[in-house]
């Protein structure tokens, strides 16, 4: 998943649209616990325990889905700062490498490229500790907002931790400063959207042997800037591009850190804004397009072998007003339900095998 800013685009004159959702979904979801340090700053979402057991005697990873949480937010500001941590009954730190994932999603605000839930974050064991600019960038939340929040865990090591809890702390500023200059909004752009493979919605694609591409382009629903953006890619990816279709301008060509071999290491964060600018403007009237390319060596094709997204920080054009969503639309409902498919599998546990 991508290592990318959490924030996105708004100003504190942004008026927000809010959408009435059916409560139904959501009210069936388990509260995470919520806990607001109002002294340090910070929103500390707090998983429920679960016991992580140890991988198989064959080596095979143990792999613990977690149900779909709902987060009430307790409080209201701009959000310049997310970091997960994994600790056990005790409170002592548990390695990171333990996380596989940790999403977050407001199903009160649509994407920038589709009519769907707002991605807030989505972290891994590989996503550091993620921030702006406190005094420039910031996420609005509101008090009473919920969000929803899952994650899965992966054990490859023969020790077993027991009451293991996810924690995100996010570090805001309260409403009443005046700052942050530019309130803003996460963004992403996958080359399986719209709602990837079913019945999981998975991103992952089988790579041929050779050269393959895949691409997905979307208009944005409101103008305004990209001030950062990051991307994901697997082995053996050869290029990951955002480009204006309308211009043909490549906006964004991502610089791939890869082994001798051809495994892409990290793709590090591109930061558009500077002193003299903001970053790069994106309109409406234009088709933007990520396409990610691929070179499979083996001489097989190696299934789930590709994924290919773009996504990071957007700033709506000053006193534009950001979208909600329209719970009715076929596209929300369907990538909602994708959302919350791990409630259908609460608590479930397997094994997998060991793959690098």
């Known amino acids: 998943m991508p290592t990318l800013p959490i924030l996105g685009p708004g100003l504190l004159v942004l008026q927000l649209l809010h959408v009435a959702l059916p409560s ?60 997960i941590d994994l600790v056990d009954g005790a409170g002592h730190e548990l390695p990171q490498v333990l996380v596989h994932h940790f999403n977050l999603a407001d199903p009160s605000r649509r994407e920038l490229f589709l009519p769907i839930a707002l991605h807030i974050m989505a972290a891994s064991k590989e996503t550091p500790s993620l921030s702006v600019p406190r005094f420039v960038f910031g996420l609005p939340l509101r008090s009473g907002q919920r969000l929803i929040a899952s994650a899965m865990l992966a054990n490859s090591t023969a020790l077993a931790y027991q009451r293991v809890r996810v924690r995100l702390t996010l570090r805001y500023e309260p409403d009443d400063q005046l700052w942050p200059a530019f309130p803003a909004y996460p963004w992403v752009m996958d080359a399986l959207f719209p709602l ?78 500077n002193w003299h600018r903001l970053g790069v403007h994106i309109v409406p009237a234009h088709r933007y397009r990520v396409t990610a390319v691929y070179q499979n060596p083996t001489g097989r094709p190696i299934a789930d072998g590709g994924m290919g997204a773009v996504g ?43 793959m690098h």
């Open 312 to 354: 990071g920080l957007f700033v709506p054009d000053h006193g534009t007003r950001w979208p909600g969503v329209d719970p009715s639309d076929t596209l929300y409902q369907r990538d909602l339900l994708q959302t919350l498919r791990a409630d259908a599998a609460s608590g479930a546990m397997m094994l997998m095998p060991h």
């Open 196 to 273: 990837g493979h079913p019945p999981n919605g998975s991103k992952a694609f089988d790579l041929p042997p050779g050269r393959s591409d895949r691409s997905f382009e979307s208009s944005p629903a409101v103008a305004g800037t990209i001030v950062g953006l990051g991307g994901h890619l697997h082995d053996y990816g050869v290029s990951l591009r955002l480009t204006d279709v309308t211009t043909g301008e490549v906006l964004w060509d991502a610089e791939l850190v890869k082994d001798a071999a051809g495994h892409v290491l990290s793709i590090p964060v591109t930061r558009l804004y």
């Open 24 to 83: 139904g979904p959501l009210e069936r979801l388990p509260p995470a616990r919520v806990v607001v340090d109002s002294a340090q700053r910070s929103i500390v979402i707090e998983l429920p325990p679960t016991d992580l057991p140890a991988a198989g005697s064959d080596g095979a990873v143990t792999v613990r889905l977690l149900p779909v949480y709902v987060a009430e937010i307790p409080t209201s500001g701009s959000v310049f700062h997310a970091q």
